[in-house]
T-cell receptor, first 112, second 115 residues
Framework: SQKIEQNSEALNIQEGKTATLTCNYTNYSPAYLQWYRQDPGRGPVFLLLIRENEKEKRKERLKVTFDTTLKQSLFHITASQPADSATYLCALSRSGTYKYIFGTGTRLKVLA | GAGVSQSPRYKVAKRGQDVALRCDPISGHVSLFWYQQALGQGPEFLTYFQNEAQLDKSGLPSDRFFAERPEGSVSTLKIQRTQQEDSAVYLC?????????????FGEGSWLTVV
């Protein structure tokens, strides 16, 4: 069955460093991949969408890569700040559908 | 408001009670989703509406779960005879178009605790 894996352990990094989060998937051929931020007690907030024919997407301090050969997406936050501390979710969808399948999320803590 | 609005935010139900969770999507959004999120897990798909049509209900866990969107705007998720395993956050989301490439906007969720 299809599976999406994100680092289950929390990631702690020092302020100012680059945070890199991983999303791996198996038994799936996504056409779209999204990254979301979720704060405790809140709903997920959309950050970036990348398509299967795009290798990389950037938005301000965020960068997403999508490697369909490795079946992996990397999510980078450069010059990280304590305010970036949250859980980050990846979500995948196939072309021609509307359903996104979510990973379990990775909790990021940026230490001041 | 400009975002997806859900009510109630918190609901405590006794086992066996029926509950109804409401979602007001962003005005004009065609697509509406319901997801269920257990503690420490990612959201799991329940059902999808395009306007008033329920195109996919494959994620609904049992026939105790029912969703509707009769006029293509507000949606209600109903859970009958609640069980403890139904305790979770129920997230509603909407997007402008019917294509998967659209940005999805989530509400803050309805937190259901069944005691």
């Amino acid at each position: 069955s299809q599976k999406i894996e994100q680092n289950s352990e929390a990631l702690n990094i020092q302020e100012g460093k680059t945070a890199t989060l991983t999303c791996n998937y198996t038994n799936y051929s996504p056409a779209y991949l999204q990254w979301y931020r979720q704060d405790p007690g809140r709903g997920p907030v959309f950050l970036l969408l990348i398509r299967e024919n795009e290798k990389e997407k950037r938005k301000e301090r965020l960068k997403v890569t999508f490697d369909t050969t490795l079946k992996q997406s990397l999510f980078h936050i450069t010059a990280s700040q304590p305010a970036d501390s949250a859980t980050y979710l990846c979500a995948l969808s196939r072309s021609g559908t509307y359903k996104y399948i979510f990973g379990t999320g990775t909790r990021l803590k940026v230490l001041a | 408001g400009a975002g997806v609005s859900q009510s109630p935010r918190y609901k405590v139900a006794k086992r066996g009670q029926d509950v109804a969770l409401r979602c007001d999507p962003i005005s004009g959004h065609v697509s509406l989703f319901w997801y269920q999120q257990a503690l420490g897990q990612g959201p799991e798909f329940l059902t999808y509406f395009q306007n008033e049509a329920q195109l996919d209900k494959s994620g609904l866990p049992s026939d105790r779960f029912f969703a509707e969107r009769p006029e293509g705007s507000v949606s209600t998720l109903k859970i009958q005879r609640t069980q403890q395993e139904d305790s979770a956050v129920y997230l509603c989301a909407s997007s402008l178009g019917g294509d998967v490439g659209n940005t999805i906007y989530f509400g803050e969720g309805s937190w259901l605790t069944v005691v």
